[in-house]
Nanobody
Framework: QLQLVESGGGLVQPGGSLRLSCAAS????????IGWFRQAPGKEREGVSY????????NYADSVRGRFTISRDIAKNTVYLQMNSLKPEDTAVYYC??????????????????WGQGTQVTVSS
């Protein structure tokens, strides 16, 4: 059974950093792409970042490019999202999701098979 568990969220001041983790079990990252999404109150879920099954392709939303970095540790079967220069508008529940589908529309949440429970990120002074 595929399972994803996020961790690393919390409260941070503007300009600060957090690193989110997405630990996968029941499958290996070699065969699945991972996307990070976020959802703020009253807003739709949006794609933040993506890494494909080979680890060779990454994508970012325009709003986070240059500030966030996605990476993975195959040995730990874990994907990370390093978030720097955080802004209040980054406040949201962050989710990771897995899919076997390759290539297309990485930010479309409907194309993902399994989801984690989410972790809250709050950026506030």
């Amino acid at each position: 059974q595929l399972q994803l568990v996020e961790s690393g969220g919390g409260l941070v001041q503007p300009g600060g950093s957090l690193r989110l983790s997405c630990a996968a079990s029941g499958f290996t990252l070699d065969y699945y792409a991972i996307g990070w999404f976020r959802q703020a109150p009253g807003k739709e879920r949006e794609g933040v970042s993506y890494i494909n099954s080979s680890g060779g392709t990454t994508n970012y939303a325009d709003s986070v490019r240059g500030r966030f970095t996605i990476s993975r540790d195959i040995a730990k079967n874990t994907v990370y999202l390093q978030m720097n220069s955080l802004k209040p508008e980054d406040t949201a529940v962050y989710y990771c999701a897995a899919r076997r589908l390759r290539g297309i529309r990485w930010s479309d949440s409907r194309l993902y098979d399994s989801w984690g429970q989410g972790t809250q990120v709050t950026v506030s002074s």
